[in-house]
T-cell receptor
Framework: KAGVTQTPRYLIKTRGQQVTLSCSPI?????VSWYQQTPGQGLQFLFE???????NKGNFPGRFSGRQFSNSRSEMNVSTLELGDSALYLC???????????FGPGTRLTVT | AQSVTQLDSQVPVFEEAPVELRCNYS??????LFWYVQYPNQGLQLLLK??????LVKGINGFEAEFNKSQTSFHLRKPSVHISDTAEYFC????????????FGSGTRLLVRP
């Protein structure tokens, strides 16, 4: 089976712009979670979607949003980018039965 | 709320020596416990997990961990490390009622020297 794929892998944006990141889960996985990884704050949970519904949400401002499509693919959007949004954004998918999350390689976002 | 503490930011060790990476957690509810490894420029890979049952769990690449409820610890061990084990290791917990929300520790960089 193909693993979790994330596109694009690298992205450079300017402050004030918005960005959309995409995640394709492993086939058959219906849960998709997003995490932000930075040197200062480490790995932080953003949100989790299951069957197109947001099931859990972390402590991030409303500029961070996401959605999930009927084929389980997910996107996250960050509006009005700030320098502090520079990070590695990781997506993970999961099968409901074993609580294991499989991570993609991440999207490296740089805000200048 | 849950929190995870990995006291050692870096652990240097010689090849073929044993290693223990420490993890302590705090939670007011029952949790599931995980260890993940991250190699440079890659995502995270699950090493092992504890959901219930035997407190000693075995994972991939020869790693094992022991869940100690009274000490709220979940230390990772390997009896003999290889150069290829050099990576960042993350301990994580999730509450049983929000199982897909992982709370991570700050990570421990394992540096294996020849």
């Amino acid at each position: 089976k193909a693993g979790v794929t994330q596109t694009p892998r690298y992205l450079i944006k300017t402050r004030g712009q918005q960005v959309t990141l995409s995640c394709s889960p492993i086939s058959g996985h219906r849960s998709v979670s997003w995490y932000q990884q930075t040197p200062g704050q480490g790995l932080q949970f953003l949100f989790e979607y299951f069957s197109e519904t947001q099931r859990n949400k972390g402590n991030f401002p409303g500029r961070f949003s996401g959605r999930q499509f009927s084929n389980s693919r997910s996107e996250m959007n960050v509006s009005t980018l700030e320098l502090g949004d520079s990070a590695l954004y990781l997506c993970a998918s999961s099968l409901e039965i074993n609580y294991e999350q499989y991570f993609g390689p991440g999207t490296r976002l740089t805000v200048t | 709320a849950q929190s995870v503490t990995q006291l050692d930011s870096q652990v240097p060790v010689f090849e073929e020596a044993p290693v223990e990476l420490r993890c302590n957690y705090s939670s007011s509810v029952s949790v599931y416990l995980f260890w993940y490894v991250q190699y440079p420029n890659q995502g995270l890979q699950l090493l092992l997990k504890y959901l219930s049952g035997s407190t000693l769990v075995k994972g991939i690449n020869g790693f094992e961990a022991e869940f100690n409820k009274s000490q709220t610890s979940f230390h990772l061990r390997k009896p003999s490390v290889h150069i290829s084990d050099t990576a960042e290791y993350f301990c994580a917990v999730s509450a049983m009622d929000s199982s897909y929300k992982l709370i991570f520790g700050s990570g421990t960089r394992l540096l294996v020297r020849p």
